[in-house]
Nanobody, 122 residues
Framework: VQLVESGGGLVQAGGSLRLSCAVS????????MSWFRQAPGKEREFVAH???????SYADSVNGRFSISRDNAKNSVYLQMNNLKPEDTAVYYC?????????????????WGQGTQVTVSS
C-alpha cells in the first residue's frame, strides 16, 4: 500500500494550494481517508476526513477554508486550501484506514503518506 502526497509549496497568506494524495494497493472508496498536519514542535493534528459514504468533517481551524474531495476513478483524495494563514504552515499527511476509533484519531489509520510541506508566509 502506498500513499503519495503532492502539491505542497510556499504561498503568501491569503493564497491557495491544492494537495493531492494518490493511493495504490487499496481502493479509496472503501476506506476512510483523511488529512492530518504537523507543525514544528507540535503533535500531528486532524485536518479533514471523508468517509466511505461521503460524510465529511473538518477541524474547526480550517472549516470554511479547506475542502476535502475524493476521485474514485483516480483512486485519489484532494485537499483544496483557500485563504491560507501562516498558522497553516506544516507538513501535511494523507492517511487511510477503517477509523474504528473515530476519524479524528491518528491511531485509526493503518497507512500514511510521506507528507508534503506547506509554508505560508505573512
Amino acid at each position: 500500500v502506498q500513499l503519495v502526497e503532492s502539491g505542497g509549496g510556499l504561498v503568501q497568506a491569503g493564497g491557495s494550494l491544492r494537495l493531492s494524495c494518490a493511493v495504490s494497493g487499496r481502493n479509496v472508496r472503501t476506506y476512510v481517508m483523511s488529512w492530518f498536519r504537523q507543525a514544528p514542535g507540535k503533535e500531528r493534528e486532524f485536518v479533514a476526513h471523508i468517509s466511505q459514504s461521503g460524510t465529511i468533517s473538518y477541524a474547526d481551524s480550517v472549516n470554511g477554508r479547506f475542502s476535502i474531495s475524493r476521485d474514485n476513478a483516480k483512486n485519489s483524495v484532494y485537499l483544496q486550501m483557500n485563504n491560507l494563514k501562516p498558522e497553516d504552515t506544516a507538513v501535511y499527511y494523507c492517511a487511510l484506514g477503517r477509523a474504528f476509533r473515530g476519524p479524528r484519531e491518528r491511531s485509526s489509520y493503518e497507512f500514511w503518506g510521506q507528507g508534503t510541506q506547506v509554508t505560508v508566509s505573512s
